[in-house]
């Protein structure tokens, strides 16, 4: 089963506001990362967080992660069209990847 | 151009008809892994590599078969197809094995009828 969920399946927002996506997982992990699909397209590596780090910032990306909750999210600031495409989380853990369902966002002009 | 190239990108299978998946990489990564996504889902781990001559199962692997006689190459063969196997297929591979250097090829899209 896959270990990464994330939270809402679907997003839409105007372009310039903020998107924040949630992912839970269930096991131990060595890292947690996000990714991000463009439609048809292979997945893009955005963002890597060690299990021992609570915060994380790239650029107009801010992930957190609480392992005692199993969870991390990632907030898109000031968005923008290009920002449109599918979320992924994937825990890491064994040399094994395993990626949650995915967050669709919408941007808006 | 480094990275992940996938054969073919697009690719129509008669239940019954085998084929294999082609995936190599010029970065001398040791990791590299097969993955499949469905409509609505995230990427389901097939099969992963941990270097030349050692190949190990993921979460889906019933109906495919790896071997990775070379650090370039990681092909993917389906044995038998089914249309439980329309899919989309990607390759990743990684220097680590850990994330955060995983790099993906651009998929193939695969369907049994």
């Known amino acids: 089963s896959q270990q990464g969920e994330e939270d809402p399946q679907a997003l839409s927002i105007q372009e310039g506001e903020n998107a924040t996506m949630n992912c839970s997982y269930k096991?131990?992990?060595?890292?947690l990362q996000w990714y991000r699909q463009n439609s048809g397209r292979g997945l893009v590596h955005l963002i890597l967080i060690r299990s021992n780090e609570r915060e994380k910032h790239s650029g107009r990306l801010r992930v957190t992660l609480d392992t005692s909750k199993k969870s991390s999210s990632l907030l898109i600031t000031a968005s923008r069209a290009a920002d449109t495409a599918s979320y992924f989380c994937a825990v890491s853990n064994d040399y094994k990847l395993s990626f949650g369902a995915g967050t669709t966002v919408t941007v808006r002009a | 151009n480094a990275g992940v190239t996938q054969t073919p990108k697009f690719q129509v299978l008669k239940t019954g008809q085998s084929m294999t998946l082609q995936c190599a990489q010029d970065?001398?990564?040791?990791?590299m892994s097969w993955y499949r996504q469905d409509p609505g889902m995230g990427l389901r781990l097939i099969h992963y590599s941990v270097g030349a001559g050692i190949t190990d199962q993921g979460e889906v692997p019933n109906g495919y078969n790896v071997s990775r006689s070379t650090t370039e190459d990681f092909p993917l063969r389906l044995l038998s197809a089914a249309p439980s196997q329309t899919s989309v297929y990607f390759c990743a591979s990684s220097y680590t094995g850990q994330g955060g250097d995983y790099t993906f090829g651009s998929g193939t899209r695969l369907t049994v009828v």
């Open positions: 970065m001398n990564h040791e990791y």
């Open positions: 096991t131990s992990i060595n890292n």
